[in-house]
């Protein structure tokens, strides 16, 4: 066991390795480490792993291996690894139209905030963020990293269809609808980029851990790309 | 090709599962009742991998355009050729253009028909299950409609099966349809119909009152109407926590029981969520997971307590059990015995 993470047990066929309470910086590193030693080196019965804000799950078959096996392997593989020499995946920028139909939340956070929507649009495109885990839909993606100054509560009445490639807002969380959903998040652009698909693997174009940064285009530029998506 | 004749409630192409796309958002779909369909693959000469047509509440009505090896495992239900009740839990060899109907399903929820040779749609993912919520997989990401042609993979030719050229060989008066004199035993097929959960405690567990602990493991449940593959709700005691509890999203996985605020659990199953952010107060061990694939709304549940190697252990001694039952399908199979 380490000082940096603990493993317990979800259920029969799963393990929980926790990396703290907080979602500072290095509890990301250090999940982004932990899930890339698992993806180089899974041990025997290791099925596969999902990481999220500060813990990563990893699915596990018990007929080949018990749960003390597990923790085992797991603490042999951590002990043996050599962090330093880890590239890291590349950061992956994604084209945004803000504002107009595609972005009909844009003013409301705007007035919200007491922002211009260009300001909007300016922070939201500054940071740096990180994909923290994927889920509620295949490919969507949670990401840190937002600028306090954009946290805005979800809205009171969630949409019955948000469009596929919706860029949105919920409390301290920016993400994007890969496939047209019911949603509840805070609308201020559109992606032309497909976000998932099932004939590529791997399917979906994030990949927990990796960073991420907007960019603002062009509508023009946006339907360009959209065709060329087609 | 199978033609639908009727579909069924929700009737949708499984095979066991979905792995390896589970950080993209991509759960685990296949069928709910893993021992029903493996057991139904193997009648048929398939390996358990195979996929087959997993039927909820009502059974489809279904014709083949080829001399067909199949088989029905699952909960009880009424099979016909010709108006003639054909039985369960053994291969069925049907001449082609032959009409097989699944009625209602009772004593438990879901039924699984697999055929020689698998059924043949398209893999996505390295799978054939459909994942219903993300319109994927199985026949065109849906449940079957009528008229729908189903594709069948390919196998050895139905009339080359050692079983059907014994002399104790039965089948209906129009001799449509033909069965072998064995099939699995009852006290096998009774194995999943049970609403006795054994469980352990999940990560959230120690915040629950002790009144709420107390109530899980002594109280019946009752299978809400809100049941369906990606959970099932239950009705019954509301169970408390002892202090509010700040969750981040983590990981779940089918058999983990949540707690949303209402305080009434829900099972996640196969086409459950990858991540949770409500309380984990069980994990149903993997050894029951069929029986919560056969669970039908209004039928009691109970949970019963039990250590993760005592679990880890259970499950190990289940596939020594399995292993042996298929072993012994084969060599009925092929006339060896």
């Known amino acids: 066991m380490s000082n940096e993470w603990k493993i317990s047990p979800l259920g029969d066929s799963a393990v929980l390795i926790s990396f703290g309470t907080s979602m500072d ?40 291996c018990s749960y003390e096996h597990v923790v085992l392997a797991i603490e042999s593989i951590w002990a043996a690894s050599d962090l330093s020499s880890q590239p890291l995946l590349s950061p992956m920028v994604i084209p945004v139209y803000y504002g107009g139909a595609s972005g009909p939340d844009l003013k409301y956070l705007a007035d919200y905030h007491d922002l211009t929507e260009s300001e909007v649009i300016q922070l939201h495109t500054s940071a740096q963020y990180v994909v923290s885990m994927i889920g509620f839909t295949p490919g969507f993606p949670y990401l840190t990293g937002l600028p306090t100054e954009l946290a805005t509560p979800r809205r009171a009445e969630p949409r019955t269809s948000v469009p596929a490639g919706s860029v949105g807002i919920a ?60 | 090709m199978i033609r639908v004749l009727r579909a ?101 929820c879901r039924v699984y028909l697999a055929v020689a040779g698998g059924i043949g749609t398209t893999e996505v993912l390295g799978s054939r299950s459909t994942y219903l919520g993300a ?20 196998s050895s030719t139905p009339k080359d099966t050692p079983w059907l050229h014994s002399s104790m060989v039965r089948g209906t008066r129009c001799k ?36 709420g602990q107390q109530l899980l493991w002594t109280e019946e449940f009752r299978v809400s109407s809100q049941a369906d593959r990606m959970g099932i709700r239950l009705d019954g005691p509301v169970i408390s926590l002892r202090t509010s509890v700040e969750m981040v999203s983590e990981g779940v996985v089918p058999g983990t029981v949540q707690l949303p605020p209402s305080g009434r ?32 709304p209004g039928q009691p549940v109970f949970f019963t307590q039990v250590e993760l190697e005592s679990a880890q252990s259970l499950l190990r001694e289940r596939q020594a059990e399995l292993q042996q039952l298929e072993h012994t399908i084969n060599q009925r199979r092929k006339g060896e015995n």
Not at chain 1, 178 to 199: A, M, R, Y
Not at chain 2, 137 to 153: Q, S, T, W
Request: aromatic share 10%; hydrophobic share 40%.
């Open chain 1, 171 to 230: 409390g301290v969380q920016t993400g994007i609808y890969p496939q047209e959903s019911p949603g509840g998040w805070q609308i201020i652009g559109n992606t032309p980029i497909p976000l998932f698909d099932v004939s590529r693997i791997p399917p979906a174009l994030l990949q927990p851990l990796q960073p991420v940064q907007f960019q603002s285009i062009s509508y023009d530029d946006y339907l360009a790309l959209k065709e060329d998506y087609r």
């Open chain 2, 135 to 154: 319109r994927f997989g199985g026949y065109h990401g849906r449940a079957l409609f009528e008229d729908d042609d189903i594709p069948v993979g390919s």
């Open chain 2, 8 to 108: 069924g409630l929700m009737t949708t192409v499984q095979d066991l599962g979905r792995v390896g796309f589970r950080r993209y958002g991509v759960v685990m779909s296949g069928a709910v009742d893993s021992f029903s369909s493996s057991v139904a693959n193997w009648l048929v000469g398939n390996k358990e991998t195979a996929a087959c047509l997993e039927m909820t509440l009502q059974g489809a009505i279904l014709s083949f355009d080829e001399d067909s090896i199949v088989a029905v495992c699952g909960a009880d239900t009424e099979l016909k050729v010709a108006n003639q009740l054909v039985p369960m839990w053994r291969p069925l060899y049907i001449q082609k253009d032959t009409v097989l109907s699944i009625d209602s399903v009772f004593n438990g």
């Open chain 2, 265 to 296: 659990p829900v099972i996640l199953l196969a086409d459950g969520q990858t991540t949770g952010g409500y309380p984990r107060i069980l994990h149903v061990a993997s050894i029951d997971l069929p029986k919560v694939g056969q669970l039908r």
């Open chain 2, 176 to 211: 449509r349809c033909k069965w072998p004199s064995w099939g699995v035993s009852k006290r096998e097929r009774r194995s999943i119909l049970s609403g006795s959960l054994r469980a352990l405690p999940g990560e959230q567990y120690n915040v629950l009152s002790e009144e």
């Open chain 1, 25 to 64: 910086r290095s509890v990301q590193d250090h999940v982004q480490q932990f899930a890339r030693l698992l993806h180089q080196h899974p041990f025997p019965g290791c099925i596969e792993y999902v990481p999220a804000y500060n813990s990563v799950t990893v699915l596990y078959d018990p007929i080949i």
